[in-house]
């Protein structure tokens, strides 16, 4: 392989990693403050199967990195434009029912581009797709359980949901939008392709919408950015909290 | 040929007593299950003088993992094998359909009700709650039983309540 396309390979995995670290940072907040145990627990297990799934992508960061930076550096220690994650993934918390919709609508991103990496050329990233999407499955069952319970449920339940649908959907339009690595990754039949993972993933939300008596908003443009580390602007804020530690004692471990 | 191997190694404790020798190592979370029973250990063969041992992670997550490689070390070790290779392979994934039948006799025993009929694969998308089988109460046995949490205290266990003898219990989620 060219110096080149490692590099390349390297940031394509590096996107699948921060996905699942910063949406795993962003649950994890909550632990010790869900609004019920049983959510407390629920939110810390989906937390923890995403940063053990990104740890898997960072682990193969690490070894397509060619200044030898080991998973924790790479984790930790990267500076907030050479993150790659897309923007959905660091949006705020806020109420919970604004959590659990960034959460829906990334759990069936999630799983349909899983699908898609199953069938990867690399055989690493269909090893850990292959591994990820079981968990991811679960994750779609219970984030889509509680949107369609709690969009039917009160007026008040039934608000906050839209409310937040209101408020994330701008981020949605990137999750499916491919770009030059996007496109080179396919070609080589590394990647996913991201046309299909569209299709499945308009017309699962749609029908989840739909059934959660809740309606998309027609927005007229789709923030985007954060795949190229251009990210909005509670990201610096989240990586001041997540890397303080490294920051401050270098070189800590457990 | 095999008698000279033999010779050349002879000191190599044969591969049925090392499986013995590993269903004696508990699994940290769970220790009234073997990391054997599990399923956990996946291959143990001989490399000449080297034993390698394949480990397949449950959870991505689980914080089991690491700890699991030590213990195996660590049991390998006290019977004086230190020439051991701990390989994590992570295909194919692992299932809970690997749980062997003593595996789940134990669980049941233990209070934690085993996984209910074979893992589907994760080939489709269902949008709302996943199917639950009947779980049945390891206590009392009753299939009088309901959902509490889809998560409990550990990534691979679900939150049971019983409604005929009212005690709470952990589901092993078939996975």
Not at chain 2, 147 to 155: A, H, K
Request: glycine share 8%; with cysteine; aromatic share 8%.
């Amino acid at each position: 392989m060219s110096a080149q396309s490692q590099k390349n390979l390297q940031q394509y995995v590096l996107r699948l990693a921060d996905n699942a670290l910063i949406i795993g940072q962003r649950l994890s907040e909550w632990c010790g403050h869900a609004p019920a145990l049983e959510e407390d627990i629920a939110t810390a297990n989906t937390a923890l199967d995403l940063i053990g799934q990104a740890r898997n992508w960072f682990a193969y960061a690490s070894e397509l990195d060619t200044d030898g930076r080991s998973e924790d550096q790479l984790a930790l220690l990267r500076d907030e434009r050479d993150y790659l994650n897309v923007l959905l993934v660091e949006q705020p918390n806020g109420d919970y029912g604004n959590t659990l919709m960034r959460q829906f609508i990334f759990d069936i991103w999630h799983f349909y581009l899983l699908e898609g990496l199953t069938r990867s050329a690399d055989a690493t990233i269909s090893a850990i797709a292959e591994k990820s999407i079981k968990e991811v499955n679960y994750h779609v069952s219970r984030s889509s359980d509680l949107i369609i319970r709690l969009g039917n449920g009160t007026e008040e339940s039934h608000g906050k949901l839209q409310e937040a649908l209101n408020n994330l959907w701008r981020y949605s339009g990137e999750l499916t939008l491919s770009d030059a690595l996007d496109d080179e990754m396919l070609a080589l039949g590394i990647g996913a392709d991201l046309s299909g993972v569209e299709r499945k993933f308009q017309a699962a939300i749609t029908r989840g919408f739909h059934e959660a008596s809740l309606v998309a908003p027609k927005i007229g443009y789709m923030q985007r950015g954060g795949k190229t580390g251009v990210h909005s602007e509670s990201m610096g804020r989240l990586l001041a909290e997540m890397q303080v530690m490294q920051r401050s004692h270098p070189n800590l471990t457990w | 040929m095999g008698k000279r191997l033999n010779t050349q190694y002879e000191k190599r404790p044969d591969i049925a007593q090392i499986w013995a020798w590993l269903e004696d190592v508990p699994d940290p979370e769970i220790p009234a299950v073997s990391v054997v029973d599990l399923g956990i250990i996946r291959d143990v063969v001989w490399n000449k003088d080297r034993l390698k041992v394949t480990l397949t992670p449950t959870y991505s997550g689980c914080p089991a993992t690491g700890v699991i490689t030590l213990d195996v070390q660590t049991a390998l070790l006290k019977h004086g094998l230190d020439s051991v290779d701990i390989i994590n392979q992570m295909t194919p994934p692992w299932t809970t359909d690997w749980i062997s039948h003593i595996g789940r006799e134990k669980l049941k025993a233990y209070g934690i009700a085993p996984p209910v009929g074979e893992a589907s694969c994760a080939g489709m998308l269902r949008l709302g709650a996943a199917d639950m089988p009947d779980i049945q109460c390891p206590r009392c046995d009753s299939l009088k039983t309901e959902l509490v949490s889809q998560f409990g205290s550990t990534p691979c266990k679900a939150s049971y309540r019983c409604k005929n003898c009212l005690e709470p219990f952990d589901y092993f989620k078939t996975y």
